[in-house]
C-alpha cells in the first residue's frame, strides 16, 4: 500500500478513535460555545456578534442591544408580596448593578431586575448600571470603587451606606433578597 494511503487511514483511524475518549474541551470565554464541547475538536456551530457594554449603561440600552435580554424582561414573574414591601420604600435608595454583557449570571438575572424595578416604579429608588468588560474593568473605573469579584453584583445603598448586596444570584429571589436587605 502506498504511504500516503497509510498515512491517511492512519489519521483517520486516530482521528475516529479520539472521539470516543472521555476528554472535555472547554471553548475559551470568547467564543460563542453554548456548553463545553465533548469530543477531540470543539467547534462553534454558529457565530454570535457578542456586545460588550461598558460604563454606564441606560435600562432602554440594555433591553434593546442585548440579546435575549427583552424576552427575558418579558416573561419574569414578580412576586407581589416583596414588590409590595418595595412599593413602600420612603428612604432614597441607590442600587448599583454591575454587569458584564457577556456574562449568563448577568443575562439571567438583569432583565429580572429590571422588570422588578420597573414594576415598583418608586421614585426614592435609583439604579445605576455599570458594564464592565471581561477583566472587570470600565474605561472610567466607575466599578472599581465597589471592590466585586463576581457579576452580576447588586449593591443597595441607602444614606450612603451600603446596606448588602446580591452577588451573582439571589439566595430566594432578587426581590425577597431585596426586601431583605432594605428592612
Not at 438575572?109 to 464592565?132: C, D, L, Q, W
Amino acid at each position: 500500500m502506498n504511504n500516503s494511503v497509510r498515512t491517511l487511514l492512519a489519521t483517520t483511524a486516530l482521528f475516529f478513535s479520539t472521539q470516543m475518549l472521555p476528554m472535555v474541551v472547554s471553548a475559551n470565554a470568547g467564543c460563542a460555545f453554548e456548553k463545553d464541547q465533548q469530543g477531540f475538536i470543539a467547534t462553534c456551530s454558529e457565530e454570535k456578534q457578542e456586545v460588550i457594554l461598558t460604563g454606564v449603561i441606560q435600562s432602554q440600552t440594555i433591553a434593546s442591544e442585548l440579546p435575549g435580554y427583552a424576552e427575558g424582561f418579558a416573561n419574569y414573574q414578580v412576586d407581589a408580596s416583596a414588590i409590595d414591601v418595595l412599593k413602600a420604600i420612603k428612604e432614597p435608595t441607590k442600587i448599583v448593578v454591575i454587569i458584564g454583557t457577556w456574562c449568563p449570571d448577568c443575562h439571567r438575572e438583569t432583565p429580572h431586575f429590571m422588570r422588578i424595578i420597573e414594576t415598583v416604579a418608586n421614585p426614592n429608588i435609583e439604579v445605576e448600571y455599570i458594564g464592565v468588560d471581561r477583566n472587570k474593568q470600565d474605561p472610567e473605573g466607575l466599578a472599581a470603587k465597589y471592590a466585586f469579584s463576581r457579576i452580576p453584583t447588586f449593591i443597595v445603598h441607602q444614606q450612603g451606606k451600603e446596606m448588602g448586596r446580591i452577588v451573582e444570584r439571589p439566595t430566594v429571589s432578587l426581590e425577597a433578597d431585596l426586601v431583605k436587605i432594605l428592612q
